[in-house]
């Protein structure tokens, strides 16, 4: 069995560089090579996950098949790999003290005073480990959150130290970002915050062996020899991560750089074959060879934050790609949407969707886009609260019944089409308590969902408390809207539709968190298409 080899990326200088991107082009170029590689993400906070946190805080909370809220990072290492991900590939402070805590509550350290160092770096190095244990992978790369010389990610640093040191020569080595800014006054590129972050780094007692230097500007042949020289690393160890036109073209240009080769050879494995990125390529010269625009609205309310919809946005791009159709994303804010203004706010679009979400702050305009929606005949697409929305507005305006609603907006309302399932009411905790992960869903034949997935059962990932009340699903289906898709195990309705209207579908779960560059959503190309054929009508 061969020894699984170990890449950690720490990232300096300032957070928000890319250290995701850069881990997950460097896994796909090593992948390409014919690497099994997995990606896992160490976050410094406290929070035992992102589920809790404020989108606004952290952008989207992202849900791998086995449940695991995660951060968003880790849709980005499945979308450029297509390997599914698990709870394993990401870990945070508190998920590590929680576990460390419990050991010392079960007496498990024979009565040691447990400390940082080595409780919690012993802790923190087992799970570096795990997916590496497995046998799967050749090599793991980990990203650890955050910048060098936070207090909070000096556990970590401290982990990656021993840990280096324990695998032995060519068994682990350190990728460390960094920002070479332009001054525009001076206008030039300066490497000194790139040469403290060094500094910072060995300072924890660890050298980096390739230096990603991201930057608006091409660096210099001269500026790299200094970079190399002052930092400790190889000339052919200087990377250039410029800024590009979109994350997807990346992978190319670390393979430009020969990031790849670089790894290989410090990890004293074999090249293989050049990197086989035809089907990639193929992805990279539709979008941006686009044969058609098409504007799609999308309806949400923390709109503010490009980070928050990431998935959705992401999945837009490649059913944009697939169709070879510039997808044109805009945001709107429903809680400045309403019966008097929608007509003006939505005009021009060529297809919506009501976005996902928590709470009841905007919701009422949610419901008035539906209702555009559905009324105008606009191709229309529900996800998660989305669809909810779609069968409160049905309810509403189809069904007569005016005051129909959400518990989680109204919990006195006298229809409660859409309500918490039993095994929720008595929940106090909120953390990882949603219905989350991969679920099946059943598909009646002859309905617009069969005809997008062309399978009679699914799997798809849920994050959400309420659901779809089953009191009401026979009268709505009366009324024309149809239930498309049950989860087989509850008898939970998951998606929706009506047919009198070229592309309206809800559903309860997140396609979007499938949607990868090898195996584009469904739903995204259909309702894409949709909208293509709507524009041209």
Not at 282 to 299: A, E, S, V
Not at 323 to 344: G, P
């Amino acid at each position: 069995m061969n020894q699984t080899k170990y890449i950690f990326v720490t990232g300096g200088v300032t957070s928000s560089l890319g250290k995701g991107i850069i881990a997950a082009s460097l896994a796909k170029l090593l992948q390409a090579r014919g690497y099994r590689t997995t990606i896992q993400k160490f976050d410094p906070y406290i929070n035992v996950d992102p589920g809790t946190l404020n989108p606004y805080e952290h952008g989207e909370c992202y849900v791998t098949d086995d449940g695991a809220e995660t951060d968003l990072d880790l849709g980005h290492y499945e979308r450029f790999l297509n390997v599914p991900t698990s709870q394993a590939n990401n870990v945070t402070t508190g998920r590590i003290y929680l576990s460390v805590i419990e050991k010392e509550r079960r007496g498990e350290f024979l009565g040691k005073t447990v400390q940082v160092v080595p409780h919690i770096t012993n802790e923190i190095k087992d799970r570096m480990q795990l997916l590496g244990k497995s046998g799967d992978y050749d090599i793991v790369i980990t990203e650890i959150g955050g910048t060098v010389g936070d207090i909070e990610s000096l556990p970590y640093i401290e982990s990656v130290r021993q840990l280096v040191w324990e695998l032995g020569e060519h068994n682990g080595l350190v990728i460390h970002l960094t920002l070479v800014p332009y001054l525009a006054a001076a206008g030039e590129l300066k490497t000194k915050p790139t040469q403290h972050s060094v500094k910072t780094l060995m300072e924890s007692g660890i050298k980096a062996d390739i230096l990603v230097c991201r930057t608006e500007h091409e660096i210099s042949e001269e500026l790299r020899n200094k970079l190399a020289l002052f930092c400790n690393v190889k000339r052919e160890a200087v990377i250039q991560s410029i800024d590009a036109a979109t994350i997807y073209e990346v992978p190319n240009l670390m393979l430009e750089e020969g990031l790849d080769i670089v790894a290989l050879k410090k990890l004293d494995l074999p090249k293989k074959a050049a990197p086989d990125l035809k089907n990639w390529n193929t992805f990279l010269r539709r979008l941006k060879n686009p044969k058609h625009t098409i504007n799609i609205g999308l309806i949400g309310k923390y709109v503010e934050m490009q980070d928050c919809y990431k998935s959705i946005l992401e999945a837009f791009i490649h059913a944009g790609a697939t169709n070879e159709t510039k997808v044109n994303v805009i945001s709107i804010h429903s809680e400045y949407i309403d019966a008097d203004n929608v007509d003006v706010k939505l005009a021009g679009l060529d297809g919506i969707l009501v976005a996902p979400g928590f709470g009841e702050r905007g919701i009422e305009g949610k419901i008035e886009t539906v209702r555009y929606a559905r009324e105008n005949k606009v191709p229309f697409f529900g996800i998660c609260l989305g669809m909810q929305m779609a069968i409160i507005e049905y309810s509403r305006n189809i069904l007569g019944l005016s005051e129909a609603n959400s518990t989680e907006m109204n919990d006195k309302t006298l229809h409660p089409v859409v309500n918490l399932m039993e095994e929720q009411k008595t929940i106090t905790d909120k953390g990882g308590t949603m219905r989350l992960g991969a679920w099946k869903c059943d598909l009646k034949p002859d309905t617009l969902a069969y005809k997008i997935y062309g399978k009679s059962t699914i799997s798809e990932r849920h994050r959400h408390r309420y659901e779809y009340n089953s009191e009401y699903v026979d009268q709505l289906e009366k009324a024309g809207l149809v239930a498309s898709g049950i989860n087989p195990d509850t008898g939970l309705v998951e998606v929706i539709e009506i047919e009198d209207h070229p592309f309206f579908i809800g559903v309860q779960y997140h396609p979007e968190y499938k949607s990868t560059v090898a195996n584009p959503h469904p739903i995204f190309v259909n309702f894409v298409a949709a909208a293509v054929q709507a524009k041209k009508k």
